[in-house]
């Protein structure tokens, strides 16, 4: 039920979303969803031993994305960490391993800090308890919502961008919903609504409906939809305009030159540093700009490489949260290296046509230990392939 709507046009006709207010009672929405859930629930492996580890995980796999992409991570890692004690005792290197291609490390570094208060002050078990879940490193006011809910049947409720999309459709709202105080909001109007018998059931029944009818890309399927009946946005024609987010800044470009780098049967790998982007991963080494495979080579002669070759590997492009990488790729066999290899010197410092990077420790490693061993992001991945 709507109980205020200002809606606001602009002379094209087209609802603005500046200083729109909109409540609603979403009491209507539980029974219609519960029952749709009930015959349309995805079969997820954390779903069907929802154990607090397994819903934490998953749900901390499940941020930035897909759910068919994690399934498999999901079943690897619980094969190999079993328990939280085994993820608060695992080495960082085989860590990082096994969250190679997901992305945002600092996910899976939060995890693993988590798991070790948990086993120094809750003896290795999560806590049944909203609020001590809240103050865990990595845990917020949504997967704190989805363990309480999932795992321990506290009536908690799991907002996220996918909620907010589906619930702010359902009231035709146009409040933008990046904005914290929206979000809070709705976990009030959830809160006061969500079964005291099935808080679980009824978070993922939204989680479901947004990820297989109300969907985020394209026209949302309201023809399969249980509550079409009481969407505002289906009424009045405007789901597609909902929901409201500000535009996303430009990201900043950086222009990087990848060195796949081989002697031996063996490639050039180091670690970045501790703090920034990547910080503390393995990667393919690299300058700064796109040079030339005449710039390459200079800098090479220059350093004292003599018999060496040079073959291009292509462009690519990644795309980070705020950052764009837009990478020319080079694979450069060497024959032979100096004594004192000074593009993995941590001392050495590469300047070309203005442009200069730091080059920390190399070390040279065989495909089969870059497979097994060490952790290169999928910013690399382009590059990583021609290894052989």
């Not at 459709?169 to 979000?183: E, H």
């Not at 026209?219 to 079409?228: A, E, G, Q, T, V």
């Not at 910080?279 to 030339?292: I, N, T, Y």
Request: hydrophobic share 40%.
């Amino acid at each position: 039920m709507v109980q205020e709507t200002d809606l606001c046009f602009d002379i094209q006709g087209d609802v603005k979303a500046i200083g729109v207010k909109m409540n609603y009672d979403y009491s209507e929405t539980v029974e219609f969803l519960l029952d749709w859930y009930d015959l349309n629930r995805r079969f997820l492996p954390w779903r069907e031993e929802p154990r607090p580890y397994y819903v934490w995980i998953s749900e901390i796999m499940l941020q930035q994305t897909r759910v068919e992409a994690v399934k498999v991570y999901f079943e690897r890692f619980i094969s190999t960490l079993p328990s939280i004690k085994d993820l608060a005792d695992c080495e960082e290197e085989k860590l990082l391993k096994l969250w190679e291609g997901l992305g945002y490390y600092n996910r899976v570094r939060n995890l693993q800090k988590t798991a070790k208060i948990i086993v120094e002050e809750y003896n290795g078990q999560m806590p049944a308890d909203y609020d001590k879940l809240l103050q865990l490193p990595g845990i917020g006011s949504y997967t704190a919502g989805a363990i309480a809910s999932i795992s321990f049947q506290i009536p908690e409720p799991a907002v996220d961008g996918n909620v907010l999309r589906v619930m702010k459709r359902v009231a035709g709202s146009f409040d933008d919903i990046t904005k914290a105080p929206v979000k809070k909001q709705m976990e009030n109007d959830l809160r006061e609504i969500i079964p005291r018998d099935r808080p679980g059931d009824f978070n993922q029944s939204i989680m479901d409906l947004g990820a297989t009818v109300c969907i985020p890309n394209g026209k949302p399927l309201c023809d399969k939809c249980p509550i079409i009946h009481l969407c505002n946005g289906f009424q009045k024609g405007i789901q597609m305009l909902i929901p409201v987010k500000p535009e996303k800044k430009p990201r900043k470009i950086e222009d990087r030159t990848i060195l796949l780098m081989e002697f031996d049967n063996r490639y050039a790998i180091r670690k970045r540093g501790s703090k920034g982007l990547l910080a503390r991963l393995w990667e393919l080494p690299g300058l700064d700009g796109k040079l030339s495979v005449m710039a390459v080579e200079e800098i090479l002669l220059r350093e004292g490489y003599r018999n060496f070759t040079i073959q291009p590997l292509g462009e690519g492009k990644h795309i980070f949260s705020h950052i764009e990488w837009h990478m020319v790729g080079y694979h450069i066999k060497f024959m032979e290296v100096p004594d004192e290899d000074i593009l993995c010197n941590p001392d050495y410092v590469a300047e070309y046509n203005g442009y200069e990077t730091v080059n920390t420790d190399c070390i040279w490693v065989s495909k089969e230990r870059i497979n097994k061993e060490f952790t290169l992001p999928s910013a690399f991945e382009i590059y990583k392939r021609f290894i052989v």
